[in-house]
Structure formats: C-alpha cells, structure tokens
C-alpha cells in the first residue's frame, strides 16, 4: 500500500530541545502518522536490520584508506539515526519511558563499578539533556571507567545488547518480563550506540533531524 499523503507529516515536529523522553514521544507520534507496525516482533525485526546496516557501514570504514576519517559520513549518520529511532520505537511497544527508567539504571551500574573506581563518577543523569549531551555523558562514563572504544568493539556490544532485547522479547510473549527489564536492556543498547556515535564523531541531533527531513518527504510503500 502507497501512502503518498505528505500531510500525514503536518504536526510531526521533533522536540526541541531533543531530549530523551521528547523524541521518545516523537517517535510515537510518527508512527501511529506513518502507519507503521506496531507490532513488537515486527518491530524487533526492522531493528536488527537496521544494526546489519550499521554494521556494513561499520565494516565498510573500517577496511577503507583514511577509515578515521571517513567516519563522519551520511549514510553512517543517517544508520545510527535509524536504530536509536528504532529503541525508542521498541520502547514504546513496551510501554516503558527510557528517561524515567534511565537514572535508576546508571545509579545500579554505578553501583557494580564501585569496588574497581578509575576515576571521579560523572554527573547524574539529568531528563532535560538533549540526546548530545547524553553522548558526551557516555563519553565521561567511558573516560572515568577507562573503557577503551573502537567501532568494532562497540559494534559488538551493541550486537549482544540486541540479543539481551530478544531475551526480553521472548519472556514479553508469556507476560513474564518487567518495565525495568525490559527497559534496561535498551537502555544498555543506547548507551553502547551513544558511545559508537562519539567514536564515529556524528552529530546525533544532526543525524536524527536530517533524516526525519528526509523521511517526511518519502512516500511510504508496505
């Protein structure tokens, strides 16, 4: 089915300042707007595409000349854009607010890092950060735990933190997961796609804006 109707966009304003919770509810709007699935299974599975394409980009980088370099480009942008757009998305079929789960999480694993401190914790999480500061917050983290980051290694994590979030997929199916589970398994995912954002040197903001720019203006087929 075509869904030629660009005025389907009118209303689909992204938040700004964009904070978590902001493009969370975003991400709602543009969907129930867009008529996509809404179904987790289906959902789930438009992510994991989306972390293949990330990892194509990933590879194709990181086996190129100048592969630091070649980074900050569109299409890895535009890929990074699309799967936090896509944990959000999976959020939402949870039916779990990643801001109000966020500050407990981060306290907890403050908590497990606690017996081996490299350094000054950062500061806490704050809901009125835009999705640039929660990348610089990562960064911190990464800086005071002295966790060494390259793309490939973050892809990675990444990849498990997917399987964690069809762990809770498949315990969702006979009602035996739970908000915080659930919730927590993407946050982990966000964080590790925070810091690959700042490996990368993308601006996520940027990346997120100019791909709903782009996506406002394609004609959607299903």
Request: proline letters at 5%; one cysteine or more.
């Amino acid at each position: 089915m075509a869904v030629p109707d660009a005025q389907r966009e009118i209303g689909l304003e992204l938040p700004s300042p964009m904070t978590l919770q902001g493009l969370q509810d975003y991400v709602a709007r543009a969907v129930a707007a867009r008529e996509f699935t809404q179904h987790l299974n289906e959902v789930f599975i438009l992510m994991t595409e989306e972390l293949g394409e990330l990892a194509r980009e990933i590879a194709g980088k990181g086996n190129s000349p100048g592969a630091a370099e070649a980074f900050d480009d569109g299409n890895l942008a535009f890929e990074l854009a699309d799967l936090a757009l896509y944990l959000l998305d999976l959020a939402n079929g949870f039916q779990v607010s990643l801001a109000a789960l966020w500050p407990a999480h981060e306290q907890a694993l403050e908590q497990r890092h606690a017996a081996q401190p490299k350094g000054p914790p950062p500061g806490s999480f704050d809901p009125e950060w835009g999705l640039n500061m929660l990348v610089a917050h990562q960064g911190e983290m990464r800086n005071a735990r002295e966790w060494g980051d390259s793309p490939e290694q973050l892809l990675t994590l990444l990849t498990g933190e997917a399987g964690k979030i069809a762990r809770e997929l498949r315990k969702h199916w006979k009602d035996r997961t739970t908000p915080e589970r659930a919730g927590g398994a993407l946050i982990d995912a966000l964080r590790c796609l925070f810091r690959l954002t700042l490996a990368c040197g993308i601006d996520l903001e940027r990346a997120v804006r100019e791909k709903e720019a782009h996506n406002a203006e394609r004609t959607w087929e299903f």
